[in-house]
């Protein structure tokens, strides 16, 4: 029988999509409408067999708009997620990469771009365990179909500060 997660991770509010980290660190969603906010991006650290009060993700990556479906990478230095109407995006929906920087914040998001994004809704980012593939869905041809990508794409998204040195 599904337990239900703690009165720290569920609240008064709408709690959903939920992304682990190996690490066990619980990312998610939570909508905060009553508070018109819209929905924000939080982690959850697990430590010492507990999950922890949950922590907004801030500014870089949650905004005044509607922040849904995160998924965070297996080494915890990307985070995938949808954005609604941002007005950098393509339509109503669209996809988005944050990564985390070395002190532990994460950069200023970004719009994944037109390999990705349409004038119609993306959502629910996933990358597949061996980090090859990117899937998501999408509305473009009038119901939701799934799409995949090479997951390269991500190294290209990531700011230059962020790139490794050779």
Not at 108 to 122: L, Q, R, Y
Not at 149 to 155: C, H, L, P, S, T
């Amino acid at each position: 029988k599904p337990e239900k997660f703690g009165s720290k991770i569920n609240t008064i509010y709408h709690e959903a999509y939920p992304s682990f980290a190996p690490s066990g660190d619980l990312y998610f969603f939570r909508d905060l409408e009553n508070e018109n906010q819209g929905c924000e991006i939080f982690v959850s650290i697990y430590q010492n067999g507990e999950f922890l009060s949950p922590e907004n993700l801030g500014s870089a990556v949650n905004s005044a708009k509607h922040e849904a479906d995160p998924f965070i990478s297996a080494n915890e230095l990307y985070l995938l997620f949808c954005v609604r109407d941002k007005a950098d995006g393509f339509g109503n929906n669209d996809l988005y990469v944050s990564f985390k920087k070395s002190d532990g914040s994460w950069s200023k998001s970004v719009n994944m771009g037109s390999t990705f994004n349409t004038d119609a809704e993306e959502i629910t980012p996933y990358v597949t365990a061996d980090g090859k593939y990117i899937f998501f869905s999408s509305n473009r041809t009038g119901h939701y179909d799934i799409y995949w990508v090479d997951a390269k794409i991500i190294e290209e998204l990531k700011p230059k500060e962020l790139k490794q040195k050779r």
